[in-house]
């Protein structure tokens, strides 16, 4: 069966960095788009960042455009997401999900397969 693993989370002040990993098992992993969305308290899990199969396309939020950096290895079946200038607002539970399109988009619904999360918490 599909296994997402996000790893990488912690507590972090803010202006800090921190490196978010997800990793597939038990699918072909480039023929799926790949993103990450967050969830804080009281809120609706939203759009972060997602990448194309290849790499070559990647679509972000305007939240998070300049600072959140999202990447493949397709070797690894890995995909990254590389967060610099962390502020508050960041705080929240980041989720990796897959969907077996070749069209980049940011529509949580349709997302087939999602990790577990993993907490990132940036104080002030």
């Known amino acids: 069966q599909v296994q997402m693993v996000e790893s990488g989370g912690g507590l972090v002040q803010a202006g800090g960095s921190l490196r978010l990993s997800c990793a597939a098992s038990?699918?072909?992993?480039?023929?799926?788009?790949m993103g990450w969305f967050r969830q804080a308290p009281g809120k609706e899990r939203e759009f972060v960042a997602v990448?194309?199969?290849?790499?070559?396309?990647?679509l972000y939020a305007d939240s998070v455009k300049g600072r959140f950096t999202i990447s493949r290895d397709n070797a690894q079946n890995t995909v990254y997401l590389q967060m610099n200038s962390l502020k508050p607002e960041d705080t929240a539970v980041y989720y990796c999900a897959a969907d077996l399109t070749n069209m980049v988009h940011t529509t949580r619904s349709k997302f087939d397969y999602w990790g577990q999360g993993t907490q990132v918490t940036v104080s002030s």
């Open positions: 038990g699918l072909t992993f480039s023929d799926y788009i």
């Open positions: 990448i194309s199969w290849s790499g070559g396309t990647t």
